[in-house]
């Protein structure tokens, strides 16, 4: 058994999109975006380099593009397989990396940074506007 709390099935990670789960860290609830390429899962914190309060993978699974994920906030592309921002306001830039490994067809969170709790996005209230603004001055 692999060291680390299980999460989900390795075939519930897409390929040309995303999925995302909740986590619990020091800074609260959050959300990872889980992403399958060439056999193996990354898993980023669900930022923007650009506002990191804005998530890239919305709840229905990030846009993507040549192997790219695409913020379609201000159009953003980061690299599925670094997190390194190619394009757009926050050029050079990384999603923040979460460390996971495959055991078994299972995906384990194995960073201390953070405690599992579901699958799936956090709950956000449609009508709560104040806390997407990405206007910029
Ligand atoms: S918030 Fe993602 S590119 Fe601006």
Redesign the pocket.
């Known amino acids: 058994m692999a060291a680390g709390e299980s999460m989900i099935p390795v075939g519930d990670v897409p390929t040309e999109t995303t999925t995302v789960v909740r986590v619990e860290s020091d800074d609260g609830t959050e959300e990872l975006m889980l992403h399958r390429t060439d056999g193996t899962v990354h898993a980023w914190l669900n930022a ?1 380099q ?2 990191t309060h ?1 998530p890239i993978d919305k709840g229905d699974g990030a846009v993507m593009r040549d192997g790219e994920f695409i ?1 379609q ?4 592309y980061f690299e599925a397989a670094s997190g390194r921002c190619t394009f ?3 050029e050079g830039a990384y999603l923040e990396s979460v460390d996971v490994t495959v055991e078994d067809g299972t995906v384990y969170l194995t960073d201390e940074r953070y405690v599992y709790i579901g699958p799936g996005p956090i709950e956000r209230d449609p009508t709560d506007l104040g806390s997407t603004s ?1 206007v910029e001055f």
Do not use: E, L, Q, V
């Open positions: 923007c650009h506002f804005i913020c906030n201000h159009g953003a757009g306001p926050c990405n």
